[in-house]
């Protein structure tokens, strides 16, 4: 079984910053592509940004130029700095991932538990 375990959410006033973390463990042969959705109350749940194996990065365009997403391929780990934080960020933030679990299987993609956001004054 595969687990994505993320951690780092909170309350943060307007302008400020937050670093969410998400960990992959179980039985992991490569992870693809990494990722960070977000899903705010009574909206449909959204691409924040992702990255692919080698690094390349895409951002939606709510949050260019403020959020940065990386991985840590030998921990099996990804990663979103979020800078100048706005109310409208608010959110559950989920990290997702695609895995593949033994070497000869397909991908397949696995969400975690999700981590509250909340940028309020």
């Known amino acids: 079984q595969v687990q994505l375990v993320e951690s780092g959410g909170g309350l943060v006033q307007p302008g400020g910053s937050l670093r969410l973390s998400c960990a992959a463990s179980?039985?992991?042969?490569?992870?693809?592509?990494m990722g960070w959705y977000r899903q705010a109350p009574g909206k449909q749940r959204e691409l924040v940004a992702d990255?692919?194996?080698?690094?390349?990065?895409n951002y939606a365009d709510s949050v260019k130029g403020r959020f940065t997403i990386s991985r840590d391929n030998g921990n099996n780990a990804v990663y979103l700095q979020m800078n100048s934080l706005k109310p409208e960020d608010t959110a559950v933030y989920y990290c997702?991932?695609?895995?593949?679990?033994?070497?000869?299987?397909?991908?397949?993609?696995?969400w975690g538990q999700g981590t509250q956001v909340t940028v309020s004054s």
């Open positions: 997702q991932a695609e895995i593949v679990s033994r070497r000869y299987d397909l991908p397949g993609g696995y």
């Open positions: 179980g039985r992991i042969f490569r992870i693809n592509a």
């Open positions: 990255i692919s194996n080698g690094g390349s990065a």
